[in-house]
């Protein structure tokens, strides 16, 4: 059955690279006994990143001492060390985009179309690279008076697939736009859309620099003890450090020495706060093709039931489209800290996370090959288009009409 397994994994087309520094820790794969969201809570507190979930198991990786704390446990099944030796590169990859390709792309995008575009940063990363943010809407100087919505990717430096989504996002309603695409002139018109392609630069350019993915999921800090990197999507303030994270600083997920620790969490923040015209946040993350909402740090619901049948509605439609599971985050386990509990409680933005293509490990996982980025942004075009349309104002969802203010689509009748 080991065995088996083993060779299950070069179907993955996964691939690894770890150095023998600090900053790339040895890490270990685990399949681990989990039959409910509690248990998987429980697996997921030892500070391993779940990775993959299944009715009766999940898996993922950690490093030793994560390992050691699964085993006590009592629900190991199998754990193996991953190395460069188990899994081989996968195809090459040209169409993902580098941090210097993303900057080139979306300077041309902004350079051609001044009119309706405009590039900038919102901060800088631990590695001083810049944060890039576009602004795509007609009357630019006077777009912060419609209403806004902000779509991100790339707060994992492995999800690669993530970064790609808001790229591809621009490019579509700048091309369509042009082309004088009726629903896409009236969401210019009437719309502010912000897209941040790569929020954990350093973390994403660390992951292919070696010539093989190193699976690399945080950012690049150099922690006091010498090891890297703090996991992001657990470093956000609304209840930090409440489970599902870590305080080791060699855990994936790390939740940092303090709520917005990061320059790249504190980039995200400073900006979301000053765009008081935005109504809805999605987070693209991969893999496992669900539509999540808040809340993720517990297992109640959101209290205000207006609110959260706001977002049951919005993703139970939007998941008719692409065919993604809906559900509350904490329904896989609880995790907190992350970006859609802090953008929702605290600042009441509709927050959504969209665990992009592919299905699974057994499909790719992190790196599925570059075919998979024209699938997941097929399936999700109108998901982002039906969320432009009721920025708004998202509770119309609940009205007996479901009809977009000043548009007249098929999307969202």
């Not at 088996?4 to 087309?13: D, E, S, T």
């Given at each position: 059955?080991?065995?088996?397994?083993?060779?299950?994994?070069?179907?993955?087309?996964?691939?690894?690279?770890?150095?023998?520094?600090?900053e790339d820790p040895d890490l270990y794969w685990m399949k681990v006994k989990a039959k409910d969201k509690f248990a998987r809570s429980l697996i997921a507190n030892t500070g391993?990143?779940?990775?993959?979930?299944?009715?009766?198991?999940?898996?993922?990786?950690?490093?030793?001492?994560?390992?050691?704390?699964?085993?006590?446990?009592?629900?190991?099944?199998?754990?193996?060390?991953?190395?460069?030796?188990?899994?081989?590169?996968?195809?090459?990859?040209?169409?993902?985009?580098?941090?210097?390709?993303?900057?080139?792309?979306?300077?041309?995008?902004?350079?051609?179309?001044?009119?309706?575009?405009?590039?900038?940063?919102?901060?800088?990363?631990?590695?001083?690279?810049?944060?890039?943010?576009?602004?795509?809407?007609?009357?630019?100087?006077?777009?912060?008076?419609?209403?806004?919505?902000?779509?991100?990717?790339?707060?994992?430096?492995?999800?690669?697939?993530?970064?790609?989504?808001?790229?591809?996002?621009?490019?579509?309603?700048?091309?369509?736009?042009?082309?004088?695409?009726?629903?896409?002139?009236?969401?210019?018109?009437?719309?502010?859309?912000?897209?941040?392609?790569?929020?954990?630069?350093?973390?994403?350019?660390?992951?292919?620099?070696?010539?093989?993915?190193?699976?690399?999921?945080?950012?690049?800090?150099?922690?006091?003890?010498?090891?890297?990197?703090?996991?992001?999507?657990?470093?956000?303030?609304?209840?930090?450090?409440?489970?599902?994270?870590?305080?080791?600083?060699?855990?994936?997920?790390?939740?940092?020495?303090?709520?917005?620790?990061?320059?790249?969490?504190?980039?995200?923040?400073?900006?979301?706060?000053?765009?008081?015209?935005?109504?809805?946040?999605?987070?693209?993350?991969?893999?496992?093709?669900?539509?999540?909402?808040?809340?993720?740090?517990?297992?109640?619901?959101?209290?205000?039931?207006?609110?959260?049948?706001?977002?049951?509605?919005?993703?139970?439609?939007?998941?008719?489209?692409?065919?993604?599971?809906?559900?509350?985050?904490?329904?896989?386990?609880?995790?907190?800290?992350?970006?859609?509990?802090?953008?929702?409680?605290?600042?009441?933005?509709?927050?959504?996370?969209?665990?992009?293509?592919?299905?699974?490990?057994?499909?790719?996982?992190?790196?599925?090959?570059?075919?998979?980025?024209?699938?997941?942004?097929?399936?999700?075009?109108?998901?982002?288009?039906?969320?432009?349309?009721?920025?708004?104002?998202?509770?119309?969802?609940?009205?007996?009409?479901?009809?977009?203010?000043?548009?007249?689509?098929?999307?969202?009748?």
């Open positions: 059955m080991f065995k088996l397994f083993i060779a299950a994994l070069f179907i993955f087309n996964f691939s690894t690279s770890f150095a023998k520094a600090s391993i990143a779940i990775e993959h979930v299944n009715d009766n198991y999940v898996m993922g990786m950690g490093t030793k001492s994560e390992l050691d704390a699964v085993k006590k446990t009592g629900r190991l099944e199998t754990s193996f060390k991953l190395s460069e030796q188990m899994l081989d590169f996968p195809a090459k990859d040209e169409k993902f985009h580098n941090y210097t390709e993303l900057l080139a792309e979306l300077n041309s995008l902004a350079a051609n179309n001044p009119d309706i575009v405009a590039l900038n940063s919102i901060g800088q990363s631990h590695e001083n690279r810049q944060i890039l943010h576009l602004t795509i809407s007609t009357d630019l100087a006077q777009s912060d008076l419609k209403p806004g919505i902000v779509f991100m990717g790339g707060h994992h430096a492995r999800e690669h697939v993530s970064i790609e989504m808001p790229l591809m996002l621009a490019q579509y309603l700048v091309r369509e736009y042009r082309n004088q695409n009726a629903e896409v002139v009236n969401l210019l018109e009437s719309r502010q859309i912000h897209l941040i392609p790569m929020v954990n630069p350093d973390g994403a350019e660390h992951d292919i620099s070696s010539g093989r993915y190193k699976t690399w999921r945080k950012n690049r800090r150099l922690n006091a003890d010498g090891n890297y990197g703090v996991d992001l999507n657990r470093n956000y303030g609304f209840m930090w450090g409440t489970g599902g994270s870590s305080k080791s600083t060699r855990s994936d997920v790390y939740m940092g020495k303090a709520p917005f620790s990061e320059p790249e969490t504190m980039a995200i923040k400073n900006f979301v706060e000053a765009q008081t015209n935005i109504s809805i946040l999605l987070s693209f993350h991969t893999f496992s093709e669900l539509i999540l909402y808040p809340w993720g740090h517990k297992y109640d619901s959101i209290s205000d039931s207006r609110a959260l049948s706001v977002h049951t509605t919005m993703a139970n439609r939007m998941a008719q489209w692409n065919g993604y599971k809906p559900q509350q985050s904490s329904d896989l386990y609880v995790a907190s800290g992350d970006t859609t509990d802090w953008s929702f409680g605290s600042q009441g933005i509709i927050s959504f996370t969209f665990e992009l293509d592919p299905k699974s490990m057994w499909s790719g996982g992190f790196y599925p090959g570059q075919n998979t980025i024209d699938i997941a942004f097929n399936k999700n075009i109108k998901p982002a288009l039906y969320l432009m349309s009721y920025a708004d104002n998202p509770y119309r969802v609940l009205e007996s009409t479901h009809q977009a203010y000043g548009l007249n689509s098929p999307l969202v009748k």
